[in-house]
């Protein structure tokens, strides 16, 4: 008898233990915006064109890895494996910032079409791109250190006047080419979270241009809807995504002021960033709520997807202001 309770003992205190290990290790990171500010001030770098973006890309692809519990996207014992909500996080930063990487190399440090890439940066792009769950020769964080060391260097050389070679280009045209493809991704994360109640859609794919083409025929409708399973999932990918996000436009706000202000487009960079850090809220609930749009229960998808939304309209018409100037 005494065994046996001790036995339950035991497995009770083993289940109680790995559940403050999820807990702790699901935690998700701060908004680090004035430690990047104080980093770059340390540095004495303010007025190093590049230099605010390139540290914003830096200490969220490390925070990415040195997070509590580390990178979790690999992982291949439990409990780690049996998580869910943080690789979908990681997964999020991580499809921003590769995004980011790749403005960089093809344009932010490019002054024409012409011009020779960055011999760091082109290092560095392709291994942001591994599988991101590879997890041995080579894991995925190892990857990702050696990218990361290449944008040290990177940023160093910016810093150097006499490495003329390395330069960060603050011009609309640059901005404006990674913003589209923001805005494309912001769009992707907006229908997915709207998903989650399930809604019949018209197919949109043609439209406004009447000689478009496609490979095969598409329903004119069809209903979308989200899995039950992957609420969460999709959730917290988004709330990474716009976590990255919210960082590498607060940096822009510092390196393209210039071109922002001569566009009369701070305002509505600011307005992007006041939408993001909404994204950042504290959700109270134990669980992802999927209620039913007007229903009795919260549905937290649709409120993300508002705010992400939101965003998005106003990086449009960003981009537009840019085009326009």
Do not use: C
Request: aromatic content about 10%; proline content about 3%; charged content about 20%.
């Amino acid at each position: 008898m005494n065994k046996s309770k001790v036995a339950i003992f035991t497995a009770l205190s083993l289940v109680f233990l790995l559940f403050i290990v999820s807990w702790w290790v699901s935690r998700e990171p701060e908004i680090m915006l004035e430690k990047i500010q104080q980093s770059v001030s340390q540095q004495n770098a303010q007025a190093v064109v590049g230099y605010t973006t390139t540290t914003a890309l830096i200490m969220v692809t490390e925070t990415l890895l040195d997070k509590p519990g580390g990178y979790l996207s690999n992982d291949i014992l439990p409990p780690f494996s049996l998580l869910d909500n943080m690789p979908a996080w990681e997964f999020g930063v991580l499809e921003m910032s590769r995004d980011l990487v790749l403005a960089f190399r093809k344009d932010f440090s490019r002054s024409q079409s012409q011009s020779a890439e960055n011999a760091f940066l082109k290092i560095a792009q392709p291994q942001f791109n591994i599988n991101h769950r590879s997890w041995v020769l080579p894991s995925a964080e190892s990857e990702y250190r050696k990218a990361i060391g290449q944008f040290y260097l990177y940023r160093a050389a910016l810093a150097d006047a006499e490495q003329t070679d390395n330069q960060f280009y603050a011009r609309a045209d640059n901005l404006r080419d990674w913003l589209k493809n923001v805005e494309k991704r912001l769009g992707s994360y907006s229908q997915r979270l709207s998903a989650s109640v399930g809604q019949e859609r018209f197919n949109t794919d043609l439209a406004g241009d009447a000689e478009a083409r496609q490979s095969t025929m598409s329903p004119e409708r069809r209903i979308v809807k989200t899995s039950w399973w992957k609420l969460d999932d999709e959730f917290y990918e988004a709330r990474g995504a716009t976590w990255a996000l919210l960082h590498y436009l607060k940096a822009i706000e510092v390196d393209f002021a210039d071109v922002l202000h001569r566009r009369n487009a701070m305002v509505s960079l600011q307005q992007i960033i006041r939408e993001l850090e909404a994204t950042q809220q504290a959700l109270w609930s134990p669980m992802v709520l999927n209620g039913d749009g007007f229903g009795i229960l919260a549905n937290h998808s649709l409120v993300m997807a508002n705010y992400i939304s939101r965003a998005n309209a106003a990086l449009i018409d960003l981009s537009e202001l840019l085009t326009q100037g």
